[in-house]
């Protein structure tokens, strides 16, 4: 009997202390809630907003401390910027240059990627009055789709959007007008600070990221410090091969014009080109504008300076585009107004590091042919924010390392999907002497141009709506099994069979590196990755707050 009231005392005990905690919390989070009210209503005017941008200044941050430091404000940052400034964090971004950015890829939001970006409440319905939408007020177009062409022939291939909203479908549009508006977007939180400024060095102390050093445009130094530094400075990071093992390939280069006021064949569609020696894109980035790319294979591009490039874009590519906008094209080749990108693929290898995060290109790229990247990286603030969302305290740097390795699990069936699925598209659709490389690139053309299931799943694994593994690999072998299948139609014959069969180890030769350096445990088991069922540390938060009350 006396033990049983032993119990039942300290029951009583633990369950009134528990409660007490419980309430105190509560009531500071309404506090919290209280306070970041009164500073909305202290916001800045959009105007102030506007013209941080233009001159470069930086606005001050309200309050005391820093809760995150973002180095990049790209697509990936700004995203990232706005979502935990939304969530009350206090963000510090850094960027190289507040002015707008003006790039050649970028251009095209997967339906996939549009999903993400409704979720983290930066998208933009019809008919929202909201000044900062990010994609209904930069002249973005609609996609519905794409036109693929080869030999005279084409097939229309729509995405799957039949069961999602009307409003669901992906979007073009000027890289740098995206970028600025989800620049201005985050500027409108009191919490979040832009200052303009280069990242120079990871600042660390007994192997914890501390913060970062950099420099002003006026050439000043200084040191900013955050439990928590995020990096996403691009594909030309400085700062990355301190927090991951970059492996970074270049298969071929982008270049890229702009045909004013034109007009594709099939409107809202993006046009894709199978040509020799490579695939050549256009798709609408305003309503006046059509962005064409045309992929070289290789680093070494004809010269634009001396005409070179003018040349081999009038006489190798042009004989090969439609018709229909052939004369467009050769008027934009005329401008002169010829840019060049190359284009990067690098796999995530990231090191585990307290303190800081790799995010965007500057941890992971594919090649942008299928206009992925962006669908990745706002996964990836999705799957970031549902992390950090629980934690009220950053500064446990060990615990919060453990914890947000998971992030590094979490994303990779999805990003892999999508970056396996970039470069696997690239190298099928590249041309080859080989013949059975051949047979896999006609395969692959009449494969989508079946339609129905076939089809279907292909272009929801490209348009990031289904992005799942296991159906890209299926649907991958089938459109092999399927060339090598027609070889041996009518009857099998001995150079059928050997051509069929080079044509699946051909295939096998493709997907399975890829597959190999994203990681197959992580892309197709991440449940059995240990960091997969790390709990986060909220131990240490309530540690503190019983030992605040005490």
Known sequence: MMAIDQHMLWGGFFASLFGFVLLYSLRR????????KQLKRKSFPEVCAKQSFSDGESRPLEGSGTDVI????GVAGAALAYTLGKDGRRVHVIERDLTEPDRIVGELLLPGGYLKLVELGLEGMLGSSHRYDCVEEIDAQWLVGYIFFK?????RLPYPLEKFHSNVAGRSFHNGRFIQRMREKAATLPNVQLQQGTVTSLLEGNGTIKGVQYKTKDGQEHKAYAPLTIVCDGCFSNLRRSLCNPTVDVPSCFVGLIMQNSELSFANHANVIVADPSLILFYPISSTEVRCLVDV????????DNGEMANYLKTVV???????FKEAFISAVDKGNIRTMPNRSMPADPLRTPGALLMGDALNMRHPLTGGGMTVALSDIVILRDLLKPLHDLNDASSLSKYLESFYTLRKPVASTINTLADVFYKVFSSSPDQARKEMRQACFDYLSLGGIFSKGLL???SGL??????LVLHFFAVAIYGAGRLLLPFPSPKGLWIGARLISSASSIIFPIIKAEGVRQMFFPATVSAYYRAPPVMQDIQKDVAEIK
């Not at 030999?151 to 097939?155: A, I, K, P, S």
């Not at 294979?297 to 634009?304: C, N, T």
């Not at 042009?318 to 229909?324: D, K, L, M, N, V």
């Open 460 to 462: 929801a694994l490209l």
């Open 29 to 36: 989070r309404n506090c919290s809630s209280a306070n970041k």
């Open 297 to 304: 294979p290789g680093q070494k591009l004809p010269s634009v």
């Open 151 to 155: 030999d005279g022939e084409h097939v």
């Open 318 to 324: 042009g004989p090969q585009i439609p018709a229909e």
């Open 70 to 73: 973002i180095v990049g404000a």
């Open 466 to 471: 289904n992005a799942r593994p296991l159906n």
